[in-house]
């Protein structure tokens, strides 16, 4: 198991951070000494794992705040009541293949707005206080899916056609062309900041069960989907986006995941966490920068506004 390096002094903020992955990203780096925001939708369920937590961390400096990913204005909300420097910005939270299309307040496509437009405005809103601490690091997690996944610019909060589970894909292909977009903007701009991504393979998760959780890719009780895919914990899932986060060698732009191979012959599926390949398209940097320019317009959040050249 990834031993997360010492984190005393440091704050992390884990959006989905009630169950599967992100508590478990949360309970460990609270563990190693940061202050942890769990960063959730429903607060009484923050409570709920911030009690759990502290079961596995007594003295830990654990907090619950309310964040809805799929509200711009609770997105802002969030920001704005969020005070002091931020060294690591777990972007963990989503949901999967909602059945049907689904607008929110804003007007965005559901999957959309929760897996990449709302951690997409979070990202922005928290970067002056992400570039106030002196390592800080942002982790976007993607998906095995994201090879399926087609991102279009030109409409980017409501896809032309809706299939579950195609826009799933999309948005976790763009979360990774967030991440390496976000990853070149700091490296021409001499920033100390890492942008990352992650994903857990397939782990054992509420993700599939509710559509609303965060985590990793399988239902946390479906006996077909267990006969079929290799399905690991959620201490071995959580392991790419922690060593994404705390890993000193893990540089900027890189893609985190496991390494082991599922019985359909699929890679990426389940255990030891390593650096792995990405889809072409996610290394396309035009796309990413086309891609960004459409998400600023559509949230209406604007790197340049945020932290000027």
Known sequence: MYSVPDQSGRTAVVTGANSGTGKEAAARLAAAGAHVVLAVRTPEKGEAARTEILDRAPGAAVEVRRLDLADQASVRDFADGLEGPVDLLLNNAGVMAVPEQHLTVDGFELQTASNVLGPFALTLRLLPQLLAAPAPRVVWMSSTAAWTGRVDPESPAVPRRYHPQLVYGATKLADLLLANHLARVADDRGWALRSLA????????????????????????????ERFLPLQEVDTGAEPMLLAATDPTAAGGTYWGPTGWGPTGLLQMRGRTAQVRAPRAAGDAGLAARYWTAAERVTGVSLEATVPA
């Open 198 to 225: 992650a994903h857990p393979g397939v782990t054992r998760t509420n993700l599939f069960a509710n559509g609303t959780a965060a985590g990793g890719g399988a239902p946390r009780a479906n006996p077909s989907f």
